[in-house]
């Protein structure tokens, strides 16, 4: 069977390790044309060096011009571009009012203006290219309070409202644009904050699994997030345009 | 990828509409399919057009006894239930307060009470873990719009059953989550234009085309379905799946 994205020239940014890693590889496999963009040069390359036809551009996607650095060099390496997966993101916890003003922006800076300039600086070239998808990387805390990461939470919140607003303004142009919000994933950056916020929160030491496993049964993993943004971007998702796509074992389907 | 080989599926609604365009793609990946429906002669049709791999029965969701002879059909036939889609649904199409108890007693026996029973049928013989109901809300079941409020409360009913359904049964591994389609060519559709052009004073192509972009196919909300119900959406329960052209993200 042919792959689903055969054809096509997607970039994935923060696409060096974790879920944008998954994400790239799932692509590949799929027939696309991968850029791995991450801040980490070193990294980036690692990784596009284990997938097929995969190349790795380096960007920090606070920067505009790095931005639009990415797009140019993917159009002008690969003769166009349809699919951009604005994944790059970090998040840490920390209690509100702890949270300096260099700590917001620290996190909405990459979260929030990062994906805005990937949709403002990839979706002229989609549009050049013919039309295509963009599949930014939400996730459910864009949806409901979560301690300890208001500036993670409000900027994915930001994340999913630009995923609206751009569905419908570039819906006339041939580009779609969904969100996918994942629960607790299996990463390096869910697991490394694990005792932090343990710690915070004053729960016993291993807490944080059991809040998982009650509320989305367990953690997902990468390939799971991998294969709802091969969705997303294939042709198969054709009419969904400006939704949410939950991927969270059904941890916001419960009130409890 | 939503490869559904050796699957069995049993499809409520199935003879026409999104059901047979379910049933028509679940084949094509691979998978055996039930198409149980109260039009039985039209049922029979669908399921000779779409082949070998296709039976047909006759069911009355709103009887339990009827969907629990198609699960027990489905069983016989290709020895045994994987997937589960509660899809038949009615529609009534006028002002609240136009429609009649009657009419809005039917419609929640069929979209509600129907997708409680075919859940509750199903989940006798579906595989756990491994399981998988997809239940056919609408987008009216996330959004109030005029001329539909007992499908919208009945659509609201479906979304809100898959949510209690899907964390009650995660600990048997049976999936369930439900899509919300705007409007798709359907003659469920067809039916409504006329109504819907002249209440609201705008032809109804022209009012689906400003809100969705255009109108869905089937083949679309089809492939929807099979995502949902193929291992590529493993971490996927309780959910409500939006296909609407970008509608529900516009606020004009």
Redesign the interface.
């Known amino acids: 069977m042919a792959g689903l994205l055969e054809g096509k020239v997607a970039i994935v940014t923060g696409a060096a390790k974790g879920i944008g890693k998954a994400i790239a590889e799932a692509y590949a496999a799929q027939g696309a044309t991968v850029v791995v963009s991450d801040i980490d040069e070193g990294m980036a390359k690692e990784t596009a060096s284990r997938i097929p036809g995969a190349s790795a551009i380096a960007c920090d996607v606070r920067s505009e011009e790095q931005v639009k650095s990415l797009v140019d060099q993917t159009v002008a390496q690969h003769g166009g571009l349809q699919i951009m997966v604005p994944n790059a993101g970090i998040g840490r916890p920390v209690p509100l009012l702890g949270m300096d003003y260099e700590e917001w922006r620290a996190v909405t800076s990459i979260n929030l203006d990062g994906v805005f300039l990937c949709i403002r600086y990839g979706a002229p070239a989609i549009i050049a290219s013919g039309g295509g998808a963009i599949v930014n990387i939400c996730s459910i805390t864009a949806q409901a309070g979560t301690p300890l990461i208001a500036h993670y939470s409000a900027a994915k919140a930001g994340v999913m409202s630009l995923t609206q607003t751009a569905a419908v303004e570039l819906r006339a142009q041939g580009v779609r644009v969904n969100a996918v919000l994942p629960g607790f994933i299996e990463t390096e950056m869910v697991t490394s904050v694990k005792g932090d916020f343990e710690r915070m929160l004053g729960f016993p030491e291993g807490q944080f699994d059991q809040v998982i496993a009650m509320k989305q049964g367990r953690y997902g993993t990468t390939e799971e997030v991998a294969k709802m943004a091969v969705f997303l971007a294939s042709d198969r998702s054709s009419f969904s345009n400006g939704s949410p796509f939950v991927l969270d074992g059904g941890c916001r389907a419960s009130l409890l | 990828?939503?490869?559904l080989e050796g699957k069995r599926a049993l499809v409520t609604g199935g003879a026409q509409g999104l059901g047979k365009a379910i049933a028509a793609l679940f084949v094509e990946r691979g998978a055996k399919v039930m198409i149980a429906d109260i039009d039985e002669a039209g049922a029979k049709v669908t399921a000779d057009e779409l082949g070998e791999s296709v039976r047909a029965i006759r069911c009355d969701v709103t009887q339990s006894s009827d969907l629990e002879a198609a699960v027990q059909a489905t069983v016989d036939n290709f020895g045994g239930l994987d997937i589960m889609v509660n899809n038949a649904g009615i529609e009534v199409v006028k002002p609240l307060f136009h429609q009649t108890e009657e009419e809005f007693s039917r419609l929640m026996d069929i979209n509600v009470k129907g997708v409680f029973l075919g859940m509750r049928a199903a989940l006798a013989a579906l595989p756990q873990p491994g399981g998988v109901i997809v239940n056919m809300a609408s987008l009216a079941g996330l959004g109030g719009a005029p001329l539909f409020g007992s499908y919208c409360a009945s659509k609201a009913g479906v979304v809100q059953l898959?949510?209690?359904a899907?964390?009650e049964m995660?600990?048997t591994g049976i999936r369930i989550n439900a899509v919300c389609?705007a409007f798709i060519a359907t003659a469920m559709v067809d039916r409504l234009k006329p109504i819907v052009t002249e209440v609201v004073g705008v032809p109804f192509d022209d009012l689906a085309a400003l809100k969705q972009?255009r109108i869905?196919?089937p083949e679309?909300?089809a492939?929807?379905v099979?995502?949902l119900a193929s291992d590529?959406?493993?971490?996927?329960?309780?959910?409500a799946?939006?296909?609407?052209?970008?509608l529900?993200?516009?606020m004009l």
């Open positions: 990828m939503a490869e898959t949510r209690v899907a964390v995660r600990p389609p972009g869905g196919t679309e909300v492939e929807m099979a995502f590529d959406s493993s971490f996927c329960t309780g959910g799946y939006v296909l609407d052209g970008g529900q993200a516009a």
